[in-house]
């Protein structure tokens, strides 16, 4: 039901824009997660359906998150990347509107794409 895609590899301070596709419902929040290599999954961004974002610390004023309710899509604008940056990123989808408390919690989203791979060399 989420499919993300738009992944590859990229030079540091390079761009890129991940896009998540939904089908089969909509989701009052929707939200990029990332795994590192070794590293746990963690938060990157999220949109509630009224358009409200949150964002990790470390993308802050790099990446903008944005969604098309019409099309019911996602994106992920990527810019400035850095080597730490690389990750399999995956779109995520939840039923709930989350609040601020829970909006980066990975438990709150039910639904998960398979991954994308980003990967960005020195």
């Known amino acids: 039901q989420l499919q993300a895609y738009g992944g590859g590899l990229v030079q540091a301070g390079g761009s890129l824009r991940l896009s998540c596709a939904a089908s089969g419902r909509t989701f009052g929040t929707m939200a990029w997660f990332r795994r590192a290599p070794g590293k746990t999954r963690d938060f990157v961004a999220a949109?509630?359906?009224?358009?409200?974002?949150a964002y990790a610390d470390s993308v802050k004023g790099r990446f903008t998150i944005s969604r098309d309710n019409a099309k019911n899509m996602m994106y992920l604008e990527m810019n400035s990347l850095k080597p730490e940056d690389t990750a399999v990123y995956y779109c995520a989808g939840s039923r709930e509107i989350a609040i601020a408390s829970r909006i980066r919690r990975e438990d709150v989203y039910g639904y998960w794409g398979q991954g994308t791979l980003v990967t960005v060399s020195s």
């Open positions: 949109i509630r359906s009224g358009g409200i974002t």
